[in-house]
């Protein structure tokens, strides 16, 4: 069976290839490399570093009481996994590679809910940066997002979207 042509195959496989390398890095990371430790990969332009992130993208309300900040985005994030199920549900089979993208997404999501529930943060471990100037870290779930936006604001860009 094509995975392609099987909607809902498709968003098993996307999403479980996703959430398994997500969380094998994480738990590498966490078991392997000391918190605030780096190991130059690329040096001067990418480490990979063993970094907590309390809050939301870019570390947004990492500030914010741990028990707000977890109500806030444990719901926030169960509210973001739903809807992007049901745009996926919603997305016509001749639209593959759109629905590919809010798998990504979709995937993405639960990698980070996953940590959240877990361990009350999300590990990140991308460290990208030229010089002093550092891009905040990043991890597999975060890069599946932003593919998948990529591809969603490619479709509202270039593709007519689906009704």
Do not use: C
Not at 84 to 98: D, G, R, V
Request: hydrophobic letters at 55%; zero cysteines.
């Amino acid at each position: 069976m094509d995975i392609l042509k099987n909607k809902y195959l498709r968003l098993v496989v996307v999403t479980g290839l996703v959430v398994l390398a997500d969380q094998i890095t994480k738990a590498l990371i966490f078991a392997y490399l000391p918190y605030h430790q780096s190991i130059a990969v690329v040096p001067g332009f990418f480490d990979i570093t063993h970094i907590h992130n309390p809050g939301g993208a870019f570390g947004l309300m990492a500030n914010m009481s741990e028990t707000m900040r977890t109500i806030v985005f444990l719901l926030a994030s169960s509210l973001a996994v739903g809807l992007i199920f049901y745009f996926y549900i919603k997305t016509p089979p001749s639209y593959a590679f759109l629905a590919v993208g809010f798998a990504l997404i979709f995937g993405g999501a639960i990698g980070n809910l996953i940590d959240r529930v877990r361990l009350g943060i999300v590990i990140d471990f991308i460290d990208v940066y030229i010089g002093e100037y550092h891009w905040p870290a990043f991890n597999i779930a975060d890069s599946a997002i932003t593919v998948g936006i990529i591809i969603f604001g490619y479709h509202l860009l270039f593709k007519k979207m689906p009704e």
